[in-house]
């Protein structure tokens, strides 16, 4: 016999069938013995009949996690029994006979539940249990709802999904990179990349025109709040384009997303608001404003532009630094100053960030695909010429070859998915989460190696 899933059991009503799942509950009531089963598609209740003695005999040792195969006709409930709330409410399995797959040790926690009451270190030490429980397994199947809606629609619009390198140039970037080192290479690393950021417009000097990817990036950051050492971008990358062509892309899609994987929730006004920098902190104090209407409204989303933001900011030391990427052109009516490098303070750049209910859940910019403001940016910063063809180099030499003027922009996928799930925190979008010190319960990751390990690298630990 052929499994079927239990979200199609009301197909089948007055026919005998095959399902295989999870005991998700099980109620002795002596004669007559109910089990839960739950598959990946939903949960049906089934019985055990006391004269069935094969098949209660079998219920009446399975435990909650258990894995079954049963073989069960599915019978209408007669009216009074009917649960018009409930998946399956108006049918019933009944148990002919049951094969366990595998036991189970009792869990170390309720999977059925919500789970915010129990201690989220167990959780994500017992992650694969955890993300049995019905909410993880939404926010998982609605993540990929989204992904794939984003992967059609940028492919509709011409966009190709390239992937770039998980093993690069360690760059000044804005964080700390996390470094590899190169065992046939002794003496050198490979970095982790924060981005793809120079990999996407690379792309655009090799003329696709359209790039998008789900990016991993990492960052060797403190962690701060709910940030995590690896997360997921959106990340996108247009040629051809100006500031409001990316701007009306990514608001284009992300209002798609809601109407159609999420028609509860309201966006609150289309098109999305513009701030500028300056509004933004007079305003709200926050360059990620929330400006909901109604703060206790779980279906309200208030997605809002700021741009115009400042180039560049002072350093502790005095110099100036980016604020946001060293790729950005300026805003082309300070173009000139940034050439002659003039009101350095005062120089716009054609950043945009989105942000989302009080979280920035993205942000780009237009580019300099000219190498000469490319290397004015880097000088103000106080790059010396031999260290800007060190580090970026290939940058400038790319955009020697008639690199098109270029665009993007970068989506926080995570938090744009704990938003739309109404999840507290990015830990409940991430399949695998670590801790708030970065590490991973589960497997005890990061972990000592042994020494050989690390001599083969050509390095020696230096004990803290
Ligand atoms: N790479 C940038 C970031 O990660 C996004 C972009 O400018 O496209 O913030």
């Given at each position: 016999?052929?499994?079927?899933?239990?979200?199609?059991?009301?197909?089948?009503?007055?026919?005998?069938?095959?399902?295989?799942?999870?005991?998700?509950?099980?109620?002795?009531?002596?004669k007559?013995?109910?089990?839960d089963?739950?598959?990946?598609?939903?949960?049906?209740?089934?019985?055990?009949?006391?004269?069935?003695?094969?098949?209660?005999?079998?219920?009446?040792?399975?435990?909650?996690?258990?894995?079954?195969?049963?073989?069960?006709?599915?019978?209408?409930?007669?009216?009074?029994?009917?649960?018009?709330?409930?998946?399956?409410?108006m049918?019933?399995?009944?148990?002919?006979?049951?094969?366990?797959?595998?036991?189970?040790?009792?869990?170390?926690?309720?999977?059925r539940?919500?789970?915010?009451?129990?201690?989220e270190?167990?959780?994500?030490?017992?992650?694969?249990?955890?993300?049995?429980?019905?909410?993880?397994?939404?926010?998982?199947?609605?993540?990929?709802?989204?992904?794939?809606?984003?992967?059609?629609?940028?492919?509709?619009?011409?966009?190709?999904?390239?992937?770039?390198?998980?093993?690069?140039?360690?760059?000044?970037?804005?964080?700390?990179?996390?470094?590899?080192p190169?065992?046939?290479?002794?003496?050198?690393f490979?970095?982790?990349?924060?981005?793809?950021?120079?990999?996407k417009?690379?792309?655009?000097?090799?003329?696709?025109?359209?790039?998008?990817q789900?990016?991993?990036?990492?960052?060797?950051?403190?962690?701060?709040?709910?940030?995590?050492?690896?997360?997921?971008?959106?990340?996108?990358?247009?040629?051809?384009?100006?500031?409001?062509?990316?701007?009306?892309?990514?608001?284009r899609?992300?209002?798609?997303?809601?109407?159609?994987?999420?028609?509860?929730?309201?966006?609150?006004?289309?098109?999305?608001?513009?701030?500028?920098?300056?509004?933004?902190?007079?305003k709200?104090?926050?360059?990620?404003p929330?400006?909901?209407?109604?703060?206790?409204?779980?279906?309200?989303?208030?997605?809002?532009?700021?741009?115009?933001?400042?180039?560049?900011?002072?350093?502790?030391?005095?110099?100036?630094?980016?604020?946001?990427?060293?790729?950005?052109?300026?805003?082309?009516?300070?173009?000139?100053?940034?050439?002659?490098?003039?009101?350095i303070?005062?120089?716009l750049?054609?950043?945009?960030?989105?942000?989302?209910?009080?979280?920035?859940?993205?942000?780009?910019?237009?580019?300099?695909?000219?190498?000469?403001?490319?290397?004015?940016?880097?000088?103000?910063?106080?790059?010396?010429?031999?260290?800007?063809?060190?580090?970026?180099?290939?940058?400038?030499?790319?955009?020697?070859?008639?690199?098109?003027?270029?665009?993007?922009?970068?989506?926080?996928?995570?938090?744009?998915?704990?938003?739309?799930?109404?999840?507290?925190?990015?830990?409940?979008?991430?399949?695998?989460?670590?801790?708030?010190?970065?590490?991973?319960?589960?497997?005890?990751?990061?972990?000592?190696?042994?020494?050989?390990?690390?001599?083969?690298?050509?390095?020696?630990?230096?004990?803290?």
């Open positions: 016999m052929k499994r079927i899933l239990i979200k199609d059991l009301e197909k089948h009503i007055g026919e005998e069938v095959l399902i295989n799942g999870w005991v998700d509950v099980r109620r002795d009531q002596g007559l013995i109910f089990i089963v739950r598959d990946v598609s939903g949960k049906v209740q089934a019985v055990a009949l006391p004269f069935n003695k094969e098949a209660h005999a079998v219920a009446e040792k399975v435990r909650s996690e258990w894995v079954l195969s049963i073989h069960g006709k599915v019978n209408a409930r007669p009216e009074k029994n009917v649960n018009k709330d409930e998946q399956n409410g049918l019933e399995v009944e148990l002919l006979s049951i094969e366990v797959l595998n036991e189970s040790v009792t869990p170390p926690f309720d999977i539940g919500a789970g915010d009451d129990i201690n270190e167990i959780r994500l030490r017992y992650r694969y249990l955890d993300l049995r429980r019905p909410r993880l397994q939404k926010n998982f199947r609605m993540r990929h709802e989204v992904e794939l809606f984003c992967r059609n629609f940028l492919s509709k619009e011409n966009f190709l999904e390239i992937e770039t390198p998980i093993l690069t140039k360690s760059t000044p970037e804005g964080s700390r990179d996390y470094l590899v190169s065992r046939i290479n002794p003496g050198k490979y970095a982790l990349p924060q981005s793809p950021q120079q990999y417009q690379l792309l655009m000097a090799s003329g696709f025109e359209r790039y998008f789900f990016a991993r990036c990492m960052r060797d950051e403190d962690l701060r709040g709910d940030r995590q050492p690896e997360f997921t971008q959106l990340d996108m990358e247009l040629s051809f384009v100006e500031q409001e062509d990316v701007m009306e892309l990514n608001e899609l992300l209002i798609a997303i809601v109407k159609e994987l999420y028609p509860n929730k309201r966006i609150q006004q289309i098109p999305f608001p513009r701030l500028s920098y300056k509004e933004a902190m007079e709200y104090n926050s360059d990620k929330d400006i909901r209407e109604d703060k206790n409204d779980s279906d309200l989303l208030a997605f809002c532009w700021v741009v115009d933001f400042p180039f560049f900011e002072k350093t502790d030391e005095g110099g100036w630094t980016f604020t946001h990427n060293p790729f950005s052109a300026a805003k082309p009516e300070h173009r000139e100053w940034l050439m002659n490098k003039e009101h303070g005062d120089i750049t054609t950043q945009y960030d989105i942000a989302l209910n009080g979280f920035e859940i993205g942000g780009g910019s237009i580019r300099n695909h000219n190498p000469d403001a490319l290397r004015r940016v880097l000088q103000i910063m106080g790059h010396s010429d031999e260290k800007i063809d060190q580090n970026f180099g290939h940058m400038l030499e790319a955009f020697s070859f008639g690199t098109p003027p270029h665009g993007g922009i970068a989506w926080g996928l995570d938090r744009l998915m704990a938003i739309l799930q109404n999840e507290p925190n990015i830990r409940e979008v991430i399949a695998f989460a670590k801790n708030g010190e970065g590490r991973e319960l589960m497997t005890e990751s990061p972990s000592e190696v042994p020494v050989e390990q690390i001599t083969e690298l050509g390095l020696r630990l230096i004990k803290p």
